[in-house]
């Protein structure tokens, strides 16, 4: 059923595999540390060494894209993309261009990074809503993924998390309608990342919660209110991340809104994920919301940025695939802090001489394949409808062997099998064994694949895969990192 107005009509979300326990975390760092213990209690988001804002930026996307028997052709309708993070791999390259390419979005998209606060997310999500409403987009995709970098032993490491999440906004079945939005852009440095460091440096943290979070946060959701003409008692889900204890129910106090109605931060499962945590938080509370509920979301950051959606009759079939739910539900623990350091470059590990090569890039190649490299597309035969990667002129069916009669046909959103495969310790890998091999799939085509988010002894032949985008490498020499797809064990 159409919704009027403008508003989200699909959302997703991701987090990755590996949850860090912060027993083990208190325990590596006591000696040096001993009150870090009280921080020891739940697990984190943990990042795999092949992820990256980017990455998961485009998990989170695909969560909520229609993958359909052609996602080339079914995702056509997105005009525009906001990709948020403070982490993103690249200063100067768009790093939305590089999560429009893995999505397989049309070239005629409209994409911009936005980045610089923690606020980002929430910006990215009006600026969508806006550029939807003013007519500038049918549909606008806002993606946000962060992974940020902390000291070992810092009060920060156990606090973070790894995650990001997505929406779609557009004019036609509505899900979560938008009600407005206020900003306030005030240079109040909470804390800070200056060019070329790698950790963020913070501020006295009362001075952030009494004269940051509790002056400048209410004045900001008391301004939508406002705005909007909806009154505090009529919220029904408060949203705001903050890694102050019950901090935020008393802004919501402040603010007149029920403290019973702030959504849970996911701190004792997930973490804070940065920019994206406001938005995963978000996403977690359209999966349970309820027709003619409003949401009120408030991010911190420089200022503070609110947004109100309404919850309308179209939410039941803007369901995610798997959501923040289903992500929470596919988990591992982790417990060996030793590969969380040296998976986040915190440790310089011996790699051995077979690591010694040049992993320089030819961009020529990647730009003129950037199809197969970047979407994981392949070819389909129109004449007999053989499937193959990588594609090339001429066919591979030996029945066939047609020429220049290949069209585009995507595999990323395929379930493949193993038909071989290897652990090798040999090969140098960040998380070894170097597990890799064939994958095939029902509708035709196979090819030589990494398999990554894989424990050892768990998979074998005919194991079932799911493609996923990561991390191929890095080029440490000039600053480079590479992507293409990986199969994970589903």
């Not at 893995?102 to 009006?126: C, F, K, M, T, Y």
């Not at 804390?191 to 501020?203: A, I, Q």
């Not at 539900?329 to 040049?358: I, P, Q, S, V």
């Not at 597309?377 to 029945?399: D, H, L, S, Y």
């Amino acid at each position: 059923m159409t919704q009027p107005g403008v508003g989200i009509t699909a959302f997703g979300a991701y987090l990755p595999r590996l949850r860090l326990q912060r027993k083990a975390m208190a325990a590596a760092n006591a000696w040096a540390n001993p009150g870090i213990v009280a921080q020891g209690k739940g697990e984190r988001t943990m990042a795999n060494w092949d992820e990256d804002a980017v990455t998961m930026a485009v998990e989170a996307a695909r969560d909520a894209l229609p993958a359909g028997p052609d996602p080339i052709k079914s995702r056509h309708f997105v005009d525009a993309l906001f990709f948020a993070s403070t982490t993103m791999p690249f200063a100067d390259r768009q790093n939305a261009g590089i999560v429009a390419s893995a999505l397989s979005l049309p070239e005629e998209i409209h994409s911009i990074d936005i980045s610089g606060s923690q606020r980002a997310g929430v910006s990215a999500l009006i600026a969508a809503a806006e550029k939807v409403k003013a007519g500038g987009a049918k549909a606008a995709l806002v993606a946000s993924g962060d992974r940020r970098k902390t000291r070992a032993g810092a009060v920060q490491e156990f606090q973070y998390g790894d995650g990001a999440a997505s929406f779609i906004f557009g004019n036609e079945n509505v899900a979560a309608r938008f009600l407005g939005s206020h900003s306030l852009s005030i240079d109040f440095v909470d804390h800070f990342r200056g060019e070329g460091e790698e950790f963020d440096y913070g501020w006295e943290e009362r001075w952030i919660r009494d004269e940051g979070f509790s002056k400048i946060v209410p004045r900001a959701v008391r301004a939508l209110l406002t705005k909007t003409g909806v009154s505090a008692a009529a919220v029904d889900h408060f949203i705001l991340p903050c890694l102050f204890p019950k901090l935020d129910q008393q802004i919501a106090k402040m603010c007149d809104i029920d403290p019973a109605k702030v959504r849970d931060n996911l701190g004792a499962t997930v973490g804070e994920c940065g920019t994206s945590h406001a938005l995963v938080m978000l996403a977690h509370a359209l999966e349970d919301a309820k027709p003619g509920q409003k949401i009120l979301v408030a991010a911190f950051g420089q200022g503070c940025d609110t947004v109100l959606f309404e919850v309308t009759d179209a939410i039941a079939k803007a369901q995610p695939k798997n959501g923040v739910k289903g992500w929470l539900a596919r988990r591992k623990e982790e417990t060996n802090y030793m590969k969380w350091l040296a998976f986040n470059g915190l440790l310089e590990m011996e790699k051995g001489m077979r690591a010694e090569k040049d992993n320089k890039t030819a961009l020529t190649v990647t730009y003129r394949k950037r199809d197969m490299l970047f979407g994981l597309v392949g070819g389909k035969c129109e004449k007999c409808g053989t499937a193959q990667f990588p594609r090339t002129r001429i066919c591979v069916n030996p029945n066939c062997r047609a020429v220049d009669e290949q069209k585009p046909f995507s595999f990323a959103e395929l379930q493949g099998k193993i038909l071989s495969w290897s652990a090798d310790y040999l090969t140098y890998s960040q998380d070894p064994p170097s597990h890799y091999g064939m994958v095939t799939f029902e509708e035709g085509g196979r090819f030589l694949s990494d398999i990554t988010d894989v424990d050892i002894g768990t998979i074998d032949t005919g194991t079932k895969v799911r493609m996923s985008f990561r991390i191929k490498d890095f080029d440490d020499r000039r600053g480079f990192r590479r992507y293409f797809w990986k199969a994970v064990p589903v």
